[in-house]
């Protein structure tokens, strides 16, 4: 991996990876799962995007040292995702419901394991991300 990548260019590119969500969201509203991957296709990386706002305000042209060699080790990088407006609408609901008594959710908590495969990305999603950062040379754990 070249030494002048940074870290947006990761982040960034995801928003390519997304596709038309279709009606398969609309059931995320519904029940809190997602019916499939969001990815569609393969990563084309002529279709990147930039994102405003998430670049620390450190990184700047007056910090830059210029680039560092192709083995530097960067330890501890977080890949955040974010997620739909279907899904976000879904863990609200969840969330809203948790504290109403009558509702079917009210008191029903869930494991992190269980938020993450009921409100977060599909393992399909999850593995073409993995797959297209490991192929830029970094380590995914």
Same mark, same amino acid.
């Given at each position: 991996? %070249?030494?002048?990548?940074?870290?947006? @260019?990761?982040?960034?590119? !995801?928003?390519?990876? !997304?596709?038309?969500?279709?009606?398969?969201?609309?059931?995320?509203?519904?029940?809190?799962?997602?019916?499939?991957?969001?990815?569609?296709?393969?990563?084309? /990386?002529?279709? !990147? =995007?930039?994102?405003?706002?998430?670049?620390?305000?450190?990184?700047?042209?007056?910090?830059?040292?210029?680039?560092?060699?192709?083995? !530097? %080790?960067?330890? =501890?990088?977080?890949?955040?995702?974010?997620?739909?407006? /279907?899904?976000?609408?879904?863990?609200?609901?969840?969330?809203?419901?948790? *504290?109403?008594?009558?509702?079917?959710? @009210? =008191?029903?908590?869930?494991?992190?394991?269980? @938020?993450?495969?009921? @409100?977060?990305? %599909? *393992? /399909?999603?999850?593995?073409?991300?993995?797959?297209?950062?490991? %192929?830029?040379?970094?380590?995914?754990?």
């Amino acid at each position: 991996m %070249s030494g002048n990548l940074l870290y947006s @260019f990761y982040a960034t590119a !995801l928003l390519s990876l !997304l596709g038309s969500p279709g009606a398969a969201l609309a059931q995320t509203a519904l029940t809190g799962r997602s019916a499939r991957g969001l990815i569609a296709g393969t990563i084309d /990386e002529g279709r !990147l =995007h930039r994102m405003e706002g998430n670049t620390r305000s450190e990184a700047n042209p007056q910090n830059d040292r210029g680039a560092v060699p192709d083995d !530097l %080790s960067m330890d =501890h990088l977080l890949l955040q995702l974010q997620r739909t407006p /279907e899904q976000e609408l879904a863990v609200q609901g969840y969330v809203d419901g948790l *504290q109403k008594p009558g509702s079917p959710a @009210f =008191h029903q908590w869930l494991t992190a394991a269980e @938020f993450g495969e009921r @409100f977060g990305a %599909s *393992q /399909e999603d999850i593995d073409a991300i993995t797959g297209w950062l490991q %192929s830029h040379g970094l380590a995914v754990h």
